[in-house]
């Protein structure tokens, strides 16, 4: 009878923590995501659009701008989740690249950069615990990491752009088709 008991009041425990956990992610996250979307909305709206979009193509015909740069500035000024939402300003063909590009680049920017996605925050000080137990500097390892982030970010933007653009060749897809930004309505 105990085993039973148990059981169902470890059952129980297990839909409390989840219950816990949400109303964390209510009260925490969410409201933060909020101020953050009505914030670049009202940038957006402010500057324009438009002149964001014309920036964005300008900026788009450069890889660097587009794969280095551009996720670059996100990760600095918007911080995780947000950064991911500059890439709307890109033409359509350049999207899923930029993506590809931000999404290597999330961590590398967290040793230097603690503020750009916490949530990796946990992987860098378990890595550099090792060199802070050795007695050796950091600073040189979270430059070292950040260089190879937007080396690999680089690539990772071309190759996913190259892949891209052939598979939609390959289905008869205009590559070029649907280049404005989308809305944040």
Not at 17 to 31: E, F, Q
Not at 59 to 85: C, D, E, H, K, Q
Not at 97 to 122: R, V
Not at 157 to 175: M, P, Q, S
């Amino acid at each position: 009878m105990d085993i039973v008991v148990n059981a169902s009041v470890y059952f129980m425990s297990m839909f409390q923590a989840g219950g816990k956990t949400l109303v964390s992610l209510i009260t925490g996250i969410l409201p933060t995501l909020a101020c953050l979307l009505v914030v670049v909305k009202a940038i957006v709206k402010f500057i324009g659009e438009e002149k964001l979009e014309a920036l964005a193509q300008k900026g788009a015909n450069s890889i660097i701008i587009r794969y280095v740069v551009l996720p670059s500035l996100s990760w600095l000024i918007l911080a995780n989740p947000m950064a991911f939402t500059m890439g709307r300003f890109l033409p359509q063909k350049y999207k899923g690249a930029f993506f590809d590009a931000i999404c290597a680049l999330g961590h590398p920017f967290t040793g230097l950069f603690p503020h750009t996605d916490p949530s990796e925050l946990f992987i860098w000080l378990g890595v550099s615990q090792g060199l802070v137990t050795l007695g050796l500097p950091v600073a040189g390892l979270a430059v070292g990491y950040l260089v190879a982030g937007i080396t690999v970010a680089l690539i990772r933007g071309l190759v996913t752009e190259r892949l891209w653009i052939y598979f939609a060749k390959k289905k008869g897809i205009d590559v070029n088709a649907g280049t404005g930004a989308t809305t944040l309505n």
